[in-house]
């Protein structure tokens, strides 16, 4: 459906600008190739005006997904953001080969990212010593002095008239690279068997080993290859899972998993520390020099040659016409080169590209006229408390500066809740008609929260509820724009939004046939659009659709009177009590009262059940990163972490009955919180210990993070918020250096 396009962007297919690609709401995209450019541009006039989406900063118009990559890139606000430290490098890396034309529908553009590592020999791994780092400012050709000097040769003896000259004769990101890369796993097996008459490569060419494969890029003349993003987050490609033969090496060896350096004891490891790796900051002060090799001022030209950077002439944007070529024979010989050689992504800039900002500089410091005397005033920024004295079972901290109310949203067990106002530039200015514990209070330029407690926007929901539900987190979804605030358990069956300006019912939403017990939405990317999931007492789930302009909408998107459901999800026995969408995946993962948690995708398919541990039989929480982090706790104290895939990863037993959890947005770290009042820490990838702060006075009911993960906002059983200081980056230089 037209309504379900998120984004459009004009492609190159064979180096020619005929494609373009059509992004979903559900995170899928289908590429297509058309006969010429103006067809290309009457097909974006007749799709939906949203540009490429609004993750870039800019403005959605049909004009900007016919904008040529360099446009992209000088109008987007991407690049300052990755200075500032706002986004990750592999986010940054996934952007710049986005707007320069690299994408999963076209294994011969497929995204190009950097070996960053070069030590695949020890035993431990130590990512504060340089010397394990690559020289991101030279080419994977330029790296070895010795290999350096022959492609410089190379070029300076170049005598070959029918072709200018070049430093190698393939490249660092071909269709060929690529599927021998992911060989393993499925679609990729079989493009692979038909591109080779249905046979696997000869076993000495198969990638068998991380160490073997980093060695012959360094040594073999006909080897440059660069990386692919699915070595920085799919651990699956490096096994053999589906047992396919693949040979003997001459060594007598035989290929099966891919070999892993010493320092990676199993697949998850090697992504995981190759994904720090990249983050890390000898990677984020070179990343820029990189950039300009593969999208910048030294793709092409004078630069390049000084940087024993250029490939062979068919793979840069504009060296051929394939229109001009009017035999049919030839044509085709030429786009069997264009596929042979590799693609040059787009060049994005023609200047040096900016550093990004030191991570000293940009350090989050609590400044106070006063001194810390103790953990507790390092830790708490500031504590709230609530004249009602009701629980606060729900939070929502939507915080982001651009909000027209950047807010936390406070719900409590009476269904009382308040818009509490957030300052980033933090500062209380005073409300009337709450209170302060002033026992923990730092100085007042510290609080970040103004409390809501003087009626304007404090609402009470008197609508009845049935009451056999337990009002928890589970029960309450507040919209990204904090206008809007969903709440189940009502005894008619429904769920209800209500405006959290007015305090009034804008919708009742039906759909279930028995008393609706949790509801979950994904992150909202576009305008506050995303889904809202509804699990409920008959173990089914049914999928929504909500619009920043139009509430939950069904299949008529100008109706929003009687809305149908986008997808209907069964598999359960018996009662949904907890739910997470993942809309990055398409995913949605839920839990019933006795029982496994599932996972479907959104269009309505049961993929697996996460079948925990023996006495892992009751889960109640459930968080997922975007990447597919999934961890899920269960009654008593017990937790598991799973891979999206289905493989348990860890587990471990706390002592708290715990009653909220939350990952951080890497995934890499796990916040819980539970009725001892203590709020912990936890490196997720095998529930190691990180950081405890100081007990509260009371359980802790719900949490969220602020947009900048700066700050964790709790809400208490005794009616309070408490607002404590969270820093993952000091935690992973303490605890995350050396493996």
């Not at 030209?301 to 016409?321: D, Q």
């Not at 709020?679 to 950081?691: G, I, M, N, R, S």
């Amino acid at each position: 459906m037209f309504s379900e396009i998120r984004a459009v962007f004009s492609r190159r297919y064979l180096l020619q600008n005929t494609a373009l690609e059509v992004f979903m709401a559900n995170r899928t995209s289908v590429m297509f190739n058309f006969p010429d450019q103006a067809t290309v541009k009457k097909v974006v006039y007749s799709l939906p005006r949203v540009g490429v989406g609004t993750s870039y900063g800019l403005p959605q118009a049909r004009r900007i997904s016919l904008a040529t990559p360099r446009q992209l890139y000088k109008s987007s606000n991407m690049t300052q953001r990755w200075q500032r430290r706002e986004i990750s490098n592999f986010e940054y890396l996934m952007f710049l080969n986005t707007i320069a034309g690299r994408t999963y529908n076209d294994l011969n553009q497929y995204p190009v990212f950097p070996w960053v590592l070069t030590n695949y020999e020890s035993e431990e791994l130590d990512l504060t010593l340089p010397g394990n780092f690559r020289d991101l400012s030279k080419p994977i050709g330029a790296l070895n002095p010795k290999r350096a000097v022959f492609y410089a040769e190379r070029y300076e003896t170049w005598e070959d008239d029918q072709s200018p000259p070049y430093h190698y004769n393939t490249h660092y990101s071909t269709a060929t690279s690529t599927l021998s890369w992911l060989v393993r796993i499925e679609p990729f097996t079989t493009f692979f068997l038909n591109a080779n008459d249905g046979k696997f490569d000869h076993p000495d060419r198969t990638f068998s080993s991380v160490a073997r494969s980093w060695r012959t890029s360094q040594r073999d003349t006909s080897d440059v290859k660069e990386l692919i993003p699915e070595f920085y987050y799919l651990p699956e490609m490096f096994v053999n899972s589906n047992g396919y033969n693949l040979g003997v090496r001459e060594d007598e060896v035989v290929v099966n998993d891919v070999g892993l350096p010493p320092w990676a004891k199993k697949p998850e490891d090697f992504v995981r520390i190759n994904r720090m790796a990249l983050e890390s900051e000898f990677v984020s002060c070179q990343l820029h020099q990189w950039i300009d090799l593969i999208f910048g001022y030294k793709q092409r030209g004078p630069e390049a040659v000084r940087a024993l950077n250029v490939f062979h002439y068919l793979t840069y944007e504009g060296s051929v016409n394939l229109d001009s070529i009017t035999d049919p024979v030839l044509r085709e010989a030429m786009e069997a080169q264009i596929q042979n050689f590799g693609q040059t992504p787009s060049q994005l800039l023609i200047e040096p590209h900016p550093p990004r900002s030191s991570a000293m500089h940009l350090c989050f410091l609590p400044q106070s006229p006063l001194m810390f005397k103790d953990q507790m005033q390092q830790d708490v920024i500031m504590v709230l408390k609530f004249p009602s004295n009701s629980p606060v079972t729900h939070v929502a901290a939507n915080t982001l500066p651009h909000l027209t109310i950047p807010a936390v949203v406070t719900v409590t067990c009476s269904r009382l809740f308040a818009v509490n106002r957030w300052h980033n530039t933090v500062g209380l200015r005073g409300a009337p008609g709450y209170s302060l514990d002033q026992a923990h209070h730092l100085p007042i330029e510290m609080d970040p929260l103004i409390a809501n407690n003087s009626g304007v926007n404090k609402r009470q929901i008197t609508d009845l509820v049935d009451q056999s539900i337990q009002i928890n987190a589970h029960c309450f979804v507040v919209t990204a724009d904090n206008r809007y605030i969903l709440i189940c358990g009502f005894w008619d069956k429904s769920f209800r939004v209500y405006s959290t300006e007015t305090g009034k019912l804008t919708q009742i939403v039906f759909g279930h046939w028995d008393v609706v017990t949790c509801l979950a939405r994904s992150e909202s990317y576009i305008g506050g659009d995303c889904y809202i999931v509804s699990g409920s007492r008959d173990a089914t789930l049914l999928l929504w659709y909500w619009s920043g302009r139009h509430h939950i909408i069904g299949d008529n998107p100008n109706s929003s009177d009687y809305p149908a459901p986008r997808a209907v999800l069964t598999g359960h026995d018996h009662e949904v009590v907890c739910v997470s969408v993942c809309a990055e995946l398409g995913l949605v993962i839920s839990g019933a009262k006795e029982g496994p948690c599932l996972v479907h995708t959104i269009t309505g398919d049961l993929l697996r059940a996460l079948e925990g541990p023996e006495n892992c039989l009751f889960p109640r929480l459930i968080s997922v990163s975007s990447e597919g982090h999934c961890i899920i706790y269960y009654e008593r104290g017990r937790f598991s972490n799973f891979s999206i895939n289905g493989k348990l990863l860890a587990q471990m037993e706390i002592n708290d009955s715990t009653r909220a959890i939350l990952l951080s947005s890497d995934g890499q770290n796990l916040v819980t919180g539970g009725d001892n009042g203590v709020v912990e820490v936890w490196q997720a990838c095998d529930f190691k210990q990180l950081y405890i702060y100081p007990g509260c006075d009371a359980g802790i009911r719900a949490m969220d993070l602020s947009h900048d993960q700066r700050t964790l906002i709790t809400g208490m059983a005794s009616g309070s918020i408490v607002a404590f200081n969270i820093d993952f980056n000091r935690w992973h230089y303490e605890h995350q250096n050396r493996y």
